[in-house]
Each structure stands twice: as structure tokens, then as C-alpha cells.
């Protein structure tokens, strides 16, 4: 059975930075694209970037280039996620999520995790 667990999460100031990381299991990560998603309080949730099984990287929104970095360690089975230059507008509950090889909308992605709690706050 397919499972992905985030954690990483927690509370960080304005400016500061996170590494999340989502830990799969169930499936050969190799072959997979893993991305990271986003629901802020009272929006819906959005993309944030993904990486491809060729590692090829796509920023599902422009807010975070130059920000976020996303990698993956296969032997580990964990994807990361590191964000820095955290602004209060990142606070959200960040997803990964796995679909075969290819970054595709959000729709598309197979497997998900439950998440994990970003909050950006002094």
C-alpha cells in the first residue's frame, strides 16, 4: 500500500527557513514524481513544485521561485522540500503527493500524504 508521511512542520518567523520532508513507502520512489502542495486557511489548495523521476523541477507557482528548493534522496525514499525566506503568506498545510514519472497538474497526482502545519509568524 502506497504511503507518503510528512513532517517537518512547525512554527517559524518571518524570514526564517523549514525542511520538510515526505518519507514514501509502498511504491519505488525512482520511478515516481513527487510534488508539494499547499492549502492555506480558507483557500483551496494549490501547487508548489514538483520533481520529475528524471529529476526535472517545475514551480507550480511563481511565489516561491528563488525560495523553495526540492530534492530527492531515492535510496532514502524521502523527498525534501527546503524553504527559506519564509513570508507569513506560506503559512499552510503542505502535501507531497506521488504520481508515475512526470510532474502533471494536481489533479492527476495517485497517492497523498496528510500533511503537515506551516506556520509564519512572529
Known amino acids: 500500500q502506497p504511503q507518503l508521511v510528512e513532517s517537518g512542520g512547525g512554527l517559524v518567523q518571518p524570514g526564517g527557513s523549514l525542511r520538510l520532508s515526505c518519507a514514501t513507502s509502498?511504491?519505488?520512489?525512482?520511478?515516481?514524481?513527487i510534488g508539494w502542495f499547499r492549502q492555506a486557511p480558507g483557500k483551496e489548495r494549490e501547487g508548489v513544485i514538483c520533481i520529475s523521476s528524471d529529476d526535472d523541477i517545475t514551480h507550480y507557482t511563481d511565489s516561491v521561485k528563488g525560495r523553495f528548493t526540492i530534492s530527492r534522496d531515492n535510496a532514502k525514499n524521502t523527498v525534501y522540500l527546503q524553504m527559506n525566506s519564509l513570508k507569513q503568506e506560506d503559512t499552510a498545510v503542505y502535501y507531497c503527493?506521488?504520481?508515475?514519472?512526470?510532474?502533471?497538474?494536481?489533479?492527476?497526482?495517485?497517492?497523498w500524504g496528510k500533511g503537515t502545519l506551516v506556520t509564519v509568524s512572529s
Open positions: 509502498g511504491f519505488t520512489l525512482d520511478y515516481y514524481a
Open positions: 503527493a506521488a504520481e508515475w514519472a512526470m510532474c502533471v497538474t494536481m489533479s492527476r497526482f495517485e497517492y
